[in-house]
């Protein structure tokens, strides 16, 4: 049923989910770009309210988190950008569910708990999620830097295309483990049991303070949408 759904998604040009996220954008700036005649932030924003509108795509932002009041143009936007060397503006737009952000978790483990703690968060994380987040899902996993640091890596993980090797050769065997172990979970598609809970684990890593290792499990479900593009 998933796989015909998707198969009318893209036939149709129409979206294969009703929630079709919050939009999150990551910029890497060249430094030898200047813009000019507006704001990079405000134009991304006003490029994220006419697709959703031309789109005719779910509004799903509301502009207070208490107050709960629809914005009507799935604005604002969440944007992370950074200064890389070059020429260029390079732009991802990932729109995330909110049904999968929501069963996303970060903890401060002990470096003491080491790998194995790492491992066992991760798994306790997704058993917890159970079918809430729509599986089979794709997993990304921060280690390292600080708190937000190790939430915006998971985030960035979910980028990366499922069935692509991990850049780093040491991941490469910790996120097979930790995928094994999800699919041990016995979850499956939508909750109704089965071998496949997720369909790929994507980690990133960063240098982490001596008294720290934090750890961030962003999970997506398997609608796990973005876009590059390159000015």
Known sequence: MLLENARISKEEN??????????????????DVHVEDGDL??????GVRRGYK???LRKSIVSHPLERVNTGDNTPCVIHTTI????NIKI???P??????????????????????????????????????????????????TMEKAAIMAKEALLREVGSENPQEELISLEQELLDNINKLGIGPQGLGGKVTALAVHV??????????????????????????VL
């Open 96 to 145: 995330k569910g909110g049904g999968s952000e929501n069963m996303s978790a970060l903890k401060m483990l002990k470096p003491a708990d080491g790998i194995e703690g790492v491992k066992e968060f991760v798994k306790k994380t997704v058993k917890e999620a159970g079918p809430n987040p729509c599986p089979p899902l794709v997993v990304g996993v921060g280690i390292g830097g």
């Open 41 to 46: 932030n405000e134009a991304v924003t006003e």
């Open 54 to 56: 031309e789109g005719y």
């Open 84 to 87: 890389v060397p070059g020429d």
């Open 14 to 31: 129409i979206p294969m989910c009703q929630d079709t996220g919050f939009a999150v954008v990551f910029i890497e700036l060249g430094q």
């Open 204 to 229: 990133k890593t960063f240098a982490a303070h001596i008294a720290s290792l934090p750890v961030a499990v962003n999970i997506n479900c398997h609608a796990a949408r973005h876009k590059t593009v």
């Open 92 to 94: 991802t737009i990932a």
